[in-house]
C-alpha cells in the first residue's frame, strides 16, 4: 500500500541548530512528494514538493531531495529559528490507480526551537 | 485573493446534537476533502469529493455526511452517531488530481460539550 513515516518527535533545538526530520514511504505507483507546516491553532501550508526522482524541493531555506533509491524525502535547515517552531508533515501522492488524487500524510513531528 | 475559508473556527455542540461545519473555496478547484486531526494521530481522511454531486468515503466516514452541490462549497455535517466529534477539522481543496499539492483551510476545532 501508500504510506509514509516519519521521525517521531518532539525535537528539540538552539537557534541556528541544523535540522533534519527523517521521512520515508512506501508506494504502489510514482509518487510525488510533499512537507506540510502546521503552526499552532493553523490549518497547512505547502512548504516544498518533489515530483521526479533526484528532484530538489526548496523554500524558506529547507530543502529535500527525493531519493528514489532509498525512498526517502529528509527535510533539512541549516539553521534554525525561533520561528520555525512548528509541526512537519511529509506526504506523498500516486499519480495514478485508484489511489489517485488521494494525500497520504506522516503522522508529523513537533518541532521547537529555542532562543 | 484566493483561497479556503472555513467556519466557524470555534464551535461547540452539546451530545446528541448534529453540527455542520462549513468549508468555501474561491480557487477554482475541482476536488475537495475533509481531514480529521486528533493529537499524536496525524491527519484521517473522513470524506472526499473530485467532482460536483459525487464524493466517496474516507477512511473514518462513520457518523459523518457531506454535500457537493456547488464546485466551491463541500460542507461537512458530524452527527450524533460520531461517537467522539471533539476534534479539529480541516477542509483542502486541489486542482485536477492534486499532483500539485492541496490548498488547506485554517480549521475548525469541534467541542463536545
Known amino acids: 500500500g501508500n504510506s509514509v513515516t516519519q521521525m517521531e518527535g518532539p525535537v528539540t533545538l538552539s537557534e541556528e541548530a541544523f535540522l533534519t526530520i527523517n521521512c520515508t514511504y512506501t508506494?504502489?505507483?510514482?509518487?510525488?512528494l510533499f512537507w506540510y507546516v502546521q503552526y499552532p491553532g493553523e490549518g497547512l501550508q505547502l512548504l516544498l514538493k518533489a515530483t521526479k526522482a533526484d528532484d530538489k524541493g526548496s523554500n524558506k531555506g529547507f530543502e529535500a531531495t527525493y531519493r528514489k533509491e532509498t525512498t526517502s524525502f529528509h527535510l533539512e535547515k541549516g539553521s534554525v529559528q525561533v520561528s520555525d517552531s512548528a509541526v512537519y508533515f511529509c506526504a506523498l501522492i500516486i499519480d495514478r490507480g485508484s489511489t489517485l488524487g488521494r494525500l497520504y500524510f506522516g503522522r508529523g513531528t513537533q518541532l521547537t526551537v529555542w532562543p | 485573493d484566493g483561497g479556503i475559508t472555513q467556519s466557524p473556527k470555534y464551535l461547540f455542540r452539546k451530545e446528541g446534537q448534529n453540527v455542520t461545519l462549513s468549508c468555501e473555496q474561491n480557487l477554482n478547484h475541482d476536488a475537495m476533502y475533509w481531514y480529521r486531526q486528533d493529537p499524536g494521530q496525524g491527519l484521517r481522511l473522513i470524506y472526499y469529493s473530485q467532482i460536483v454531486n459525487d464524493f466517496q468515503k474516507g477512511d473514518i466516514a462513520e457518523g459523518y455526511s457531506v454535500s457537493r452541490e456547488k464546485k466551491e462549497s463541500f460542507p461537512l455535517t458530524v452527527t450524533s452517531a460520531q461517537k467522539n466529534p471533539t476534534a479539529f477539522y480541516l477542509c483542502?481543496?486541489?486542482?485536477?488530481?492534486?499532483?500539485?499539492?492541496?490548498?488547506f483551510g485554517s480549521g475548525t476545532r469541534l467541542t463536545v460539550v
Open positions: 483542502a481543496s486541489s486542482m485536477g488530481q492534486g499532483l500539485s499539492g492541496y490548498t
Open positions: 508506494a504502489t505507483g510514482y509518487p510525488s
